[in-house]
Nanobody
Framework: QVQLVESGGGLVQAGESLRLSCAAA????????MGWYRQAPGKQRELVAT???????NYADSVKGRFTISRDNARNTVYLQMDSLKPEDTAVYYC??????????????WGQGTQVTVSS
């Protein structure tokens, strides 16, 4: 059984920083793309950033220049460094990973979500 374990959310003031972490635990062959999504109250879940195994990153326009995604392939972990946070960044942040099991096709996994709240 594969699990994505998130940590690092919390309550901060506008302009401050937070760093989210997400580690994939369990038995699997490899991980393809990892990423972060978020869902604010009353809104649909949206992409924040993704990163390939080779380190190529993709960002939502709303976070470009403020957020940085990175990963440690040896630790099966993805990070999201969030700087210059704004109240509109308030949401539940979800980790996502496309994981190749030892047998069968790729499976899309989600973390349990971590709350990020930015006060003005």
């Amino acid at each position: 059984q594969v699990q994505l374990v998130e940590s690092g959310g919390g309550l901060v003031q506008a302009g401050e920083s937070l760093r989210l972490s997400c580690a994939a635990a369990g038995r699997f062959l490899s991980i393809n793309v990892m990423g972060w999504y978020r869902q604010a109250p009353g809104k649909q879940r949206e992409l924040v950033a993704t990163i390939t195994t080779g380190g190529r990153a993709n960002y939502a326009d709303s976070v470009k220049g403020r957020f940085t995604i990175s990963r440690d392939n040896a630790r099966n972990t993805v990070y999201l460094q969030m700087d210059s946070l704004k109240p509109e960044d308030t949401a539940v942040y979800y980790c996502n990973a496309q994981i190749n099991p030892w047998v069968g096709p790729q499976v899309n996994y989600w973390g349990q979500g971590t709350q990020v709240t930015v006060s003005s």
